[in-house]
């Protein structure tokens, strides 16, 4: 009770007492839940990714290899035995995921049915894109 300086485990990050994953440490014995719990946050990230992929309208194959690429990257791998850092990262296609398709659902009645407009492309109306400053002119 006194590691930490009687810090709660609910207000750890690394024992990830609220992490979902995490609850199959109650009904599995430890080793069988570590690895579910590891493999699980690859299997978040690959999925994540594919379907980031696939809502800014990117292929199927090239949504798969986005989604292999981006669950055994580098960092993923870096951190195979940090489980905290690798779940937090397994997680953020997911929010860039929920973010395209809450802004695609939002800007429907600006664009129109197909809601062709992306969070991450940048559009202007006030100027075309590639005149943002005055063009200089090299004299040779």
Known sequence: PFIFGRMTLLAAIHPGVLYPPNLLFMVVPSKVAMNAVVLSNYFLALTGAY??????????????????????????????????YAAAAAWMPWILFVTEKLYL???????????????WRWKSSSRPVGKSRPSTRISG
């Open 105 to 119: 659902h939002a800007s429907a009645s600006e664009t129109g049915a197909d809601g062709r407009r992306s969070l």
């Open 51 to 84: 379907l980031y992929a696939r809502a800014i309208k990117v292929e199927r194959t090239g949504a798969i290899v986005t989604g292999i690429t981006f669950a055994f990257s580098g960092f993923m791998m870096a951190h195979f035995e940090q489980t905290t």
